[in-house]
């Protein structure tokens, strides 16, 4: 489908003037075989002849010449297509020419020889013809489009081949047809062309009589796809045509087909949920089959058709992902990362797979296809440290050419999971001298998204925080869709914070209270209720009343603490609503597995730095987290080991 963002080469209609030796040459070699000269057993429907009343003049011979026979194709047709040999006798001279064709052409590297040795055939069927044409797009097309268009498109050869295939495009086989068909759509052809819509318009006929077998189908609806603007009609009718097929016989290309058809047809709440069960139910039988790339297109296309529902498809397809790391395209890799997203699924061997792959190619991959896998790792809270440090190196060598979103895409995640790499001064060096140098470049929101990252691991932009503070900063945020929502305020109020607690030096703008939040809002550090729970029950044990202390504290500071307990200056234990005669204020953080990286025992940045903010304020925190009260069975060893971490110096309390 990218092909066709490439702008299309109007290079053929009925007025094309076409060199008469050429044509007359071209049209005597691709004539059709007779049908007393070919034998009974060969399927391959062959072109119409072109014969020619004398040197100077062609025409389409219509009467005397032996008729065509025109028949979809069955099933067990054999199209001796890119290699594909078949079965045949050897007394089958045509079809061992057939079959030496295939095997010559598909040898060939360059449109020059492809051309040179079409021009030396006596005679060609339609499948070799499309053969021809498709061979050529293999090797003049690559992820830029067209490598050669005046040495293809202008091309005797092609153009004559192109003449005979527009006119007598009623005459071909299903397979000749759709194959030229698939072969030009690739070769960037206008749609509007008289050729390109005379072979349309035979492939749509042939579709509305039936005529079309599910391989054929999908190589319509395939070519379809490939145009800039399909026709959901023709499609529709091709996705008609194919439910009624038997779905335990389509090869996993025909069912990626349909996937994307799908993906045009389907609207939300109407048709084909009955097909795409079956489809889904199907598919997971042949997971284990499925390419790289069809194991992308599957991912992408339940994505795009929403299919929550598909749990043990979806499962199924991350773990068999895992296998094709290293053979995915960076778009296709992306597409896989977005499944995992979407259907929020986290697969140890597909981590361990990117552990091993993002090292060894991270100068070589694309910087979106790593951006998408840092948003994988931050949005999943997976702290990979091969990953991590191989990014850093791969940013402080090629980050100039990065845009603004990658930029930020690489450097987030460092501060959301709260890593500093090996490599973090040179890391920060480049950040800062890219900011620079393109500070203006950067959206509001992005900006501030990373400059947030970088206090959260103790890496203090204040050179660039006189333009977050500045009224116009502000407006430009407040213009950016959300605008100043909750997250944004946070964001803006905990940069101020941090420039107020940590650097005292830093006499630039302020943030105006009406940009404050009353307290932060923190999505991955929700409160583990029953983590909580245990604790206050332990505490109850320990300090006997429940007075003693408070849960769930807010505070002057935009901080919500978990946990508060209050000392007088002799260390006696005050009732949480007292507010005289406070000498110690203690913050229990009770720290959930969902405040640490997966897996892990490192601590997201947002909860490092109110850990950090706190201590700075004056409190004493005591960090409770979930991995050391795993083994505590009772209410005795939780309040035992409340003891030994809120008061280590003490034998006992007085209350």
């Known amino acids: 489908m990218a092909l066709i963002s490439q702008k299309s080469f109007q290079f053929y209609s009925s007025s094309t003037p076409v060199s008469r030796s050429i044509l007359m040459t071209l049209s005597k070699r691709l004539s059709l075989i007779s049908e007393q000269q070919k034998p009974q057993n060969c399927n391959s429907i062959a072109m119409r002849m072109l014969r020619f009343k004398d040197k100077s003049q062609y025409m389409f011979c219509r009467k005397k010449h032996v008729q065509l026979r025109i028949q979809s194709l ?31 052409l598909n040898s060939l590297c360059t449109s020059k020889e492809i051309f040179d040795f079409v021009s030396s055939l006596e005679v060609m069927s339609d499948t070799m013809a499309s053969g021809a044409l498709q061979r050529i797009s293999d090797v003049e097309v690559d992820d830029n489009g067209l490598k050669n268009p005046e040495g293809v498109l202008e091309n005797e050869v092609f153009r004559a081949l192109c003449f005979q295939l527009e006119f007598e495009s009623s005459k071909l086989s299903n397979t000749g047809l759709l194959n030229a068909l698939q072969a030009l759509i690739k070769l960037c052809i206008d749609p509007q062309s008289t050729l390109m819509a005379s072979l349309l318009s035979e492939g749509e006929e042939r579709l509305g009589k ?18 800039e603007s399909p026709s959901c009609v023709i499609l529709e009718q091709i996705v008609n045509h194919m439910q009624v097929k038997d ?9 990626v087909v349909v996937y994307k058809m799908l993906e045009v047809t389907v609207k939300e709440g109407e048709q084909y949920e009955d097909l795409l069960n079956r489809m889904n139910h199907v598919t997971l039988t042949i997971v284990s089959q499925l390419s790289s790339k069809f194991t992308s297109m599957i991912l992408n296309s339940l994505v ?59 100068f070589t991959m694309h910087p979106q296809t790593v951006s998408k896998v840092m948003q994988y790792c931050c949005q999943k809270m997976i702290l990979s440290k091969p990953i991590f440090d191989a990014v850093a190196e791969g940013f402080i060598s090629d980050a100039d050419k990065f845009t603004t979103d990658q930029i930020a895409g690489y450097i987030v995640p460092f501060g959301t999971l709260n890593y500093l790499p090996p490599s973090a001064s040179s890391l920060f060096r480049k950040l800062e001298t890219i900011l620079h140098a393109r500070l203006s470049h950067f959206l509001p929101r992005t900006l501030l998204n990373l400059l947030h990252s970088c206090v959260l691991i103790k890496r203090y932009p204040v050179n660039f925080l006189p333009k977050i503070f500045s009224p116009y900063f502000l407006q430009q945020l407040q213009a950016q869709p959300p605008g100043l929502d909750r997250t944004v305020t946070s964001q803006l109020t905990q940069l101020f914070l941090t420039v107020t607690l940590e650097c005292p030096f830093y006499e630039g703008p302020k943030l105006l209270p009406k940009y404050q939040v009353k307290a932060f809002l923190t999505p991955h550090s929700s409160l583990d209720v029953h983590l909580l729970k245990r604790v206050k029950t332990g505490l109850l ?9 408070a849960s769930e504290v807010s505070t002057p500071y935009f901080y919500t603490i978990d946990i508060e307990i209050k000392l007088d200056e002799e260390g006696f234990v005050l009732p949480a609503a007292q507010c005289e005669e406070v000498h110690r204020r203690i913050v229990l953080c009770v720290d959930g597995q969902n405040r640490f990286c ?15 903010h706190l201590q700075l304020l004056g409190y004493e925190v005591v960090q409770i987290p979930f991995f050391e009260m795993e083994n505590l069975q009772n209410s005795r060893k939780m309040a035992e080991y409340l003891h030994k971490k809120i008061f280590p110096h003490t034998y006992g309390l007085s209350c």
Request: charged fraction near 20%; charge should be negative; hydrophobic fraction near 35%.
């Open 304 to 362: 795009v058709l929403h299919q929550t529902q598909a749990v043990p498809l979806v499962t199924a397809l991350c773990k068999h992902s895992a296998k094709h790391i290293s053979h995915f395209t960076g778009d296709e890799l992306v597409n896989v990362l977005e499944a995992f997203l979407y259907f929020g699924c986290r697969e140890q061997t597909f981590t361990e797979a990117l552990e091993t792959h993002v090292p060894k190619s991270i």
């Open 541 to 549: 044990y320990l300090l006997k009343k429940r007075i003693y202390f």
């Open 598 to 612: 997966v897996n892990s025992h490192n601590l997201l940045g947002e909860e490092a730095i109110k850990h950090r």
């Open 210 to 227: 039936g005529q079309l077998t599910v391989k054929n189908l999908c190589a319509l609806g395939e070519s379809l796809l490939e145009l």
């Open 247 to 255: 779905i335990e016989n389509w090869s996993p290309r025909e069912m």
């Open 74 to 104: 069955s099933v067990n047709e054999s199209v001796h297509l890119c290699g594909d040999t078949g079965s045949s006798t050897k007394s089958n001279n045509v079809w061992m020419d057939e079959q030496l064709y295939f095997k010559k």
